[in-house]
């Protein structure tokens, strides 16, 4: 079984991969995309970078992309980012713990070897293209037409007061 965080690894992964390889896509689009909150978007971002799976680009324009080519990648080198390790050193040992703990660890390594060999192309396979549109902003009314230029009502300067005050004809 996946967790969950491991599972919304995989769309982000999936996500990343359908963009165009020169366009990183940020963290916000993602989270629009995937429905989430940007902050859990942005902590699993950070586990992925930290284990070496996406490069973030800093800046106007940046973002995320793959570190590797998405053909390299497997499920297994996603899932592994969010597995929790489990301390099997209890100090309660039981024929019947021992017995189950070895059934957890041959389930986890069946578990690892099937998702090695699932590469995660097979997931973008069914993600769509993301392509990227240029936003236009839609005003809420038309445009309002300018005020005409307004004589001022005092003068500017002290050295002005003379002209305010005797307007000189043209």
């Given at each position: 079984?996946?967790?969950?965080?491991?599972?919304?690894?995989?769309?982000?992964?999936?996500?990343?991969?359908?963009?165009?390889?020169?366009?990183?896509?940020?963290?916000?689009?993602?989270?629009?995309?995937?429905?989430?909150?940007?902050s859990?978007?942005?902590?699993?971002?950070?586990?992925?970078?930290?284990?070496?799976?996406?490069?973030?680009?800093?800046?106007?324009?940046?973002?995320?992309?793959?570190q590797?080519?998405?053909?390299?990648?497997?499920?297994?080198?996603?899932?592994?980012?969010?597995?929790?390790?489990?301390?099997?050193?209890?100090?309660?040992?039981?024929?019947?713990?021992?017995?189950?703990?070895?059934?957890?660890?041959?389930?986890?390594?069946?578990?690892?070897?099937?998702?090695?060999?699932?590469?995660?192309?097979?997931i973008?396979?069914?993600?769509?293209?993301i392509?990227?549109?240029?936003?236009?902003?839609?005003?809420?009314?038309?445009?309002?037409?300018?005020?005409?230029?307004?004589?001022?009502?005092?003068?500017?300067?002290?050295?002005?007061?003379?002209?305010?005050?005797?307007?000189?004809?043209?």
């Amino acid at each position: 079984m996946l967790n969950a965080r491991a599972v919304q690894a995989l769309k982000v992964i999936a996500l990343i991969a359908s963009t165009s390889s020169c366009r990183p896509i940020n963290s916000r689009q993602l989270s629009l995309r995937l429905g989430l909150s940007t902050s859990y978007i942005e902590i699993l971002l950070e586990t992925l970078k930290k284990n070496e799976l996406v490069v973030a680009k800093r800046g106007p324009g940046g973002g995320y992309h793959l570190q590797k080519c998405v053909d390299e990648l497997s499920v297994w080198d996603v899932v592994r980012c969010f597995e929790q390790e489990e301390d099997p050193s209890v100090e309660i040992r039981t024929k019947e713990y021992s017995s189950c703990l070895e059934i957890c660890l041959q389930l986890h390594q069946i578990k690892q070897d099937f998702l090695q060999n699932y590469p995660v192309t097979d997931i973008t396979i069914n993600s769509p293209q993301i392509e990227e549109k240029a936003v236009v902003r839609k005003l809420s009314s038309p445009f309002k037409p300018l005020a005409s230029k307004l004589a001022p009502a005092a003068p500017n300067s002290v050295f002005d007061l003379p002209n305010f005050m005797y307007p000189r004809a043209a």
